[in-house]
């Protein structure tokens, strides 16, 4: 078996992430007794950036946090507001689970396809939007409801959805 | 539960939260009467806030453990254990880390009581969580919030800032040599995160797999310490209970249920006005359905209901005026779940919406154990033929045969399981409506094999 014992650092932790990205990690390292635990905190951060975490990003982090790059990469691929691939400028989330279904999720998912031109998990040829499900928003008597980056919207009509697309540039 | 005459309506309006009640009455809303929400620490003081965690530090952590356990609150995140038993299960302390978790990462369709909570009196789940961690002599403490609730984990950052200038949090906490700190920590998706022990993996910022029990959390934790885990509204009920005592708190719901204080309802589905209020535990589902959410809107008719989140079993119009108490919800075959209802009218096809919950739960599963990995994405596979009439008589069987495949002490955890009691109970209510979704025989004659077998 070969041990591989080679402890030399692999990226360069600087060249990847700025500075503040660096500091704000270390901030959430604090947070815990093991800076493992920042994982999500630090693929959050470094995902503002450009919308994604892409390879060298993983690495810079495990090599942060003190550990193996496969573990980050489980972490990110494992929970769905991770994204390991280029997404929009705009991440619609369309919560579609049962009390938005009975309030007619689908058809406004329908709409929203066709309003835009993409299915589910793809990106309009512009870049500006990115269209995905996501389980239960808990905004349930305000039903429809869906999120677009960080804005919760209620009560959604396939009416509104072109005044909704037009407040995100 | 027809509600075509406007006019026998018992309310034509949305009710408060609250009630219009008082702190007696209404313990862990009655300070939305006087605010929209109570962010600032000090409106919150002016409003006994703080006042429960004041007495509680001036007594011995054993004297206020027997005050919560004579209390006997219910857990409040959906398996109703009681939170005394669980904290008395909690491993002495050897002078080390010992953890106090809150669980909000509400995600169980049709659950939205917790976000309100936290948006409106993030103050409250803070003392309720200074008053467990002192009982506890807990060492730090996290809010796991799901990483969709924004707003939230802005005023709780923002609040916990103004208790620790105030020295309710940090050390020597109001000179009782007691030392205690809460950070919030964010998710960043997934159901399973709700699933206590998964919870404590992803807080550890590992993959959100559950662990074998035991041993349980309270023993071996958060990175192998002893940890408790409670639920937002858990934490909620505390204040009050060491303010009034526990008594009180029985008294809240005397007469009404065994189950002690009062609860946050809420009702979502076509009804007239879908919401929240906390009522008494024992409230009957008519009462919160008709009195409270107004009724099914004009022309519908009710005919199922799931009494606490999608991985509760469907009750029906004649299961309306049970009390919702945990025991009493049991008997009638479903769980109480997180109490909040949500209505099916009579024009929803149960295939269809048994579908969408069951694509929720085969996508939600963390793909640890393979009953549920695998089992879970066949059942949406036959839902989908029978909805659109295309399945087989088997199907029906092959469903039956999941419900038992995938049930408790068969899967690794309770998500699976969770899935099974939505299905199970619409196969007995509704069973002709799956049958509906069977091809014709003649027209089957063509068709390939079953459609597991295919899987």
Redesign the interface.
């Known amino acids: 078996m070969m041990i591989l014992t080679d402890r030399k650092p692999r990226v360069n932790i600087e060249a990847i992430l700025t500075a503040q990205e660096i500091h704000d990690i270390e901030h959430y390292m604090h947070h815990y007794p093991d800076p493992r635990a920042a994982s999500l905190d630090a693929l959050k951060i470094v995902q503002k950036r450009n919308g994604w975490v892409d390879d060298a990003q993983v690495a810079a982090i495990a090599q942060k946090l003190g550990i193996p790059a496969t573990d980050i990469e489980g972490v990110a691929t494992f929970y769905n507001r991770i994204y390991r691939q280029p997404v929009g400028r705009h991440v619609i989330l369309i919560c579609d689970s049962i009390a938005c279904f009975l309030m007619g999720a689908e058809s406004l998912a329908e709409a929203f396809k066709r309003e835009l031109g993409i299915q589910y998990g793809q990106t309009t040829a512009d870049n500006r939007f990115t269209l995905l499900p996501i389980c239960c928003l808990g905004n349930c008597d305000k039903a429809p409801t869906l999120m677009i980056d960080e804005d919760t919207h209620s009560l959604v009509t396939i009416e509104s959805i072109r005044g909704l697309l037009e407040q995100y540039a | 539960m027809n509600s075509q005459s406007p006019t026998t309506q018992p309310n034509s309006q949305p009710k408060p939260i609250h009630g219009n009640g008082t702190a007696e009455t209404h313990p862990l809303t009655w300070r939305l009467k006087h605010h929209e929400f109570v962010h600032d620490v000090d409106t919150y003081e002016q409003l006994e806030g703080y006042a429960g965690m004041k007495k509680a530090l001036g007594m011995t952590p054993a004297e206020v453990q027997a005050i919560i356990k004579d209390a006997t609150v219910k857990g409040r995140g959906g398996a109703g254990f009681p939170a005394g038993i669980k904290w008395s299960l909690m491993a002495p302390n050897d002078g080390g ?1 010992r953890y106090l978790i809150c669980n909000a990462d ?7 009581k ?2 309100l909570l936290m948006e409106k009196l993030p103050h409250q789940l803070i003392e309720g969580m200074i008053i467990a961690a002192y009982t506890l002599e807990a060492t730090l403490g996290y809010i796991f919030i ?5 707003e939230a984990a802005k005023y709780l950052n923002t609040a916990l800032d103004n208790v620790r200038v105030k020295g309710y949090l940090g050390s020597n906490i109001l000179d009782t040599g007691w030392s205690f700190d809460i ?1 919030v ?7 399973i995160c709700g699933e206590e022990t998964a919870l404590i993996n ?7 797999n559950p662990r074998t029990k035991p041993p349980f959390p309270q023993v071996a934790g958060a ?1 192998g310490r002893p940890t408790i885990v409670n639920n937002v509204e858990t934490f909620n009920n505390l204040p009050a209970i060491l303010l009034r005592g526990a008594e009180w708190y029985k008294n809240l719901s005397a007469h009404k249920s065994p189950d002690p204080g009062t609860k946050i309802y ?5 009804v007239k006005f ?3 209020w906390e009522l008494p535990f024992g409230t009957t589902a008519r009462e919160v359905i008709e009195d409270h959410a107004g009724g099914m809107q004009d022309g519908l008719t009710l005919k199922a209901w ?1 009494p606490g989140g ?1 991985s509760t079993d469907f009750l029906t119009p004649d299961h309306l005026d049970l009390p919702m108490d945990g025991e009493t919800i049991m008997k009638a075959g479903s769980r109480l779940g997180t109490c ?1 209802i ?1 209505v ?1 009218d009579e024009t ?1 096809n149960m295939v269809a ?1 048994v579908r ?2 069951e ?2 739960f085969a ?2 599963s ?1 793909g640890w154990c393979t009953p549920c990995r695998d089992g879970l994405p066949w059942g949406v596979k036959i839902l989908r033929s029978l909805e659109r009439g295309e399945g087989q008589m088997q199907d029906i069987d092959h469903l039956t045969e999941l419900t038992k495949n995938l049930w408790i002490g068969k899967t690794f955890c309770a998500h699976a399981p969770g899935a099974m009691e939505p299905l199970q109970s619409a196969l007995k209510y509704f069973r002709s409506e799956f049958e509906a979704g069977v091809k014709p025989v003649a027209t089957q004659a063509s068709q390939p094999q079953n459609i597991v077998k295919q899987a």
């Not at chain 2, 920590?185 to 159901?191: K, N, V």
């Not at chain 2, 992803?202 to 959100?208: F, I, K, N, Q, T």
């Not at chain 2, 809420?266 to 076509?270: A, H, N, R, T, Y």
């Open positions: 880390p509400e995600m169980e369709p049709g659950t939205f917790d976000r799901r990483g969709e609730y924004i950070h920590h964010t998710g960043a998706g997934r159901y992803s807080l550890e910022g590992r993959r959100a990175w809420g009702v979502s589905g076509k879908p919401g929240l799931l999608a909040l949500m099916v929803q919406l969408n919950l694509e929720f996508r939600e963390c």
